[in-house]
């Protein structure tokens, strides 16, 4: 089993910043890709940002791009989310996964499919 230990988050007015922290503990040998994932209320989700275990391959979506930053501390398992720039649309409950396997198995690494264990999730709210 793996706990998730995610922090930070909150409310801000558009164009301020945030940043949300998220560590994975417990049976972890077997962590290795980490993402941040946004969340409808539906409980649909889409991909934010991915790191790999080193940090050396991160993907981001295209509707952060240049604006969000995802820093993988080298030899463990946290990723932290810088947001900068944050828009109303940003708003929405974040939340931290992380994958078992190594390579991805379904398309891409944004596709969430690929990610085997999730958080509870962040708020973030972001007013105009």
């Known amino acids: 089993q793996v706990q998730f230990a995610e922090s930070g988050g909150g409310s801000v007015q558009a164009g301020g910043s945030l940043r949300i922290s998220c560590e994975v503990s417990?049976?972890?040998?077997?962590?290795?890709?980490m993402g941040w994932f946004r969340q409808d209320p539906r409980g649909e989700r889409e991909a934010v940002a991915v790191?790999?275990?080193?940090?050396?391959?991160?993907f981001y979506a295209n509707s952060v791009k240049g604006r969000f930053t995802t820093s993988r501390v080298k030899g463990t398992n946290i990723l932290h989310l810088q947001m900068d720039q944050l828009k109303t649309e940003d708003s929405a409950m974040y939340v931290c996964?992380?994958?078992?396997?190594?390579?991805?198995?379904?398309?891409?690494?944004?596709?969430?499919?690929?990610?085997?264990?999730w958080g509870q999730g962040i708020a973030v709210t972001v007013s105009s």
């Open positions: 417990g049976n972890t040998d077997r962590i290795y890709y």
């Open positions: 790191s790999s275990s080193g940090g050396g391959s991160i």
């Open positions: 996964a992380a994958d078992h396997f190594g390579y991805a198995r379904f398309g891409t690494w944004l596709d969430p499919q690929n990610f085997d264990y």
